[in-house]
């Protein structure tokens, strides 16, 4: 039972467009939220959490949205670049537990 | 500061036979998680051990154990390997009780013939 969807396994976005990687979540007891960046050979990267408190979160070129209402969060790069291209997971954790749930991931291609 | 460090970093092993992975976390954590990754599957959570006792354990078969050691590194043991165990094994490092963020190592690639 995948407790944390992403529903499109790839995406493709010109370099300097906005690149946005959705992510669903069906257990209403999560409170934390984070992305993590996988490249090939490598192990996933964190790149930026959100807790259920907030509804945005901002590190540079990214933001998280977390709408709690529709267990929905999303993660925006902008402008893309060339080297963001990897695979992009998103998980979700209970504080009050010790596990994350990941998604599935999408790969994200950002064509020069 | 050292990052995680998961060896070896490739296996081959025959069906059948039992391999024991290791990770190292980050000085200073103490907590440990294992995650098999395999493709269209995402990362499934194996378990995850807390100052030498496991604290949390996924929907994995009893063939998949674990254990962690006085100075926090881990170990994962397969045994009785399946075809289907082919996958990327990694381990995750969190130095906060609630583990708000993990970090991880390369992983290894475990193959079963």
């Known amino acids: 039972d995948q407790q944390v969807k992403q529903n499109s396994p790839s995406l493709s976005v010109q370099e300097g467009r906005i690149s946005i990687l959705n992510c669903d979540y069906t257990?209403?007891?999560?409170?934390?939220f984070l992305w993590y960046k996988k490249y090939p050979a490598e192990g996933p990267t964190f790149l930026i959490s959100?807790?259920?408190?907030?509804d945005k979160n901002e590190d540079g070129r990214f933001t998280v949205f977390l709408n709690k209402s529709a267990k929905h969060l999303s993660l925006h790069i902008v402008p893309s670049q060339p080297g963001d291209s990897a695979v992009y997971f998103c998980?979700?954790?209970?504080?009050?537990?010790?596990?994350?749930?990941f998604g599935t991931g999408t790969s994200l291609t950002v064509i020069p | 500061k050292a990052g995680v460090t998961q060896t070896p970093r490739y296996l081959i092993k025959t069906r059948g036979q039992q391999v024991t992975l290791s990770c190292s976390p980050i000085?200073?954590?103490?907590?440990v998680s294992w995650y098999q990754q395999t493709p269209g599957q995402g990362l499934q959570f194996l378990f995850e051990?807390?100052?030498?006792?496991?604290?949390n354990k996924g929907n994995f078969p009893g063939r998949f154990s674990g254990r962690q050691f006085s100075n926090s590194r881990s170990e994962m043991n397969v045994s009785t390997l399946e075809l289907g165990d082919s996958a990327l094994y990694l381990c995750?490092?969190?130095?906060?009780?609630?583990?708000?963020?993990?970090?991880f190592g390369q992983g290894t690639r475990l193959t079963v013939v």
């Open positions: 051990y807390f100052s030498e006792t496991q604290r």
């Open positions: 257990n209403s007891m999560f409170d934390y």
């Open positions: 959100i807790s259920s408190i907030k």
């Open positions: 998980a979700a954790s209970a504080l009050t537990g010790n596990q994350f749930y």
């Open positions: 995750a490092s969190s130095g906060t009780v609630t583990n708000t963020e993990a970090f």
């Open positions: 000085s200073g954590h103490r907590s």
